[in-house]
């Protein structure tokens, strides 16, 4: 994902993709499913403390606005290199 430079549209395919129990929402533990795929060497702790980022509510999951800044504000991109 582009991060700021993502379009609307890859944000929406992004959402749904990972959104896999279609509770419009993203909860830690679906994106945790996906971290071998995205960031193979990372951990639950990296990804909560990026999740905790955006997460507004402190629900432990990201709805689609929490999620939108979470790739605008390339978060995701953080996660991905290893970021903390």
């Known amino acids: 994902m582009k991060g700021s430079q993502a379009t609307q549209n890859e944000i929406v395919q992004a959402f749904h993709a990972l959104d896999t129990n279609r509770s419009d929402s993203i909860h830690i533990d679906e994106l945790a499913a ?14 909560f403390n990026h999740i905790t980022k955006v997460d507004k509510d402190n ?3 990201l709805d689609f606005n929490e999620f939108t800044a979470f790739i605008k ?7 991905s290199l290893g970021r903390s």
């Open 73 to 79: 504000k390339g978060i995701g991109r953080q996660l």
């Open 34 to 47: 996906f971290m071998p795929v995205i960031i193979p060497n990372g951990t639950s702790q990296m990804l």
């Open 59 to 61: 629900d432990y999951s």
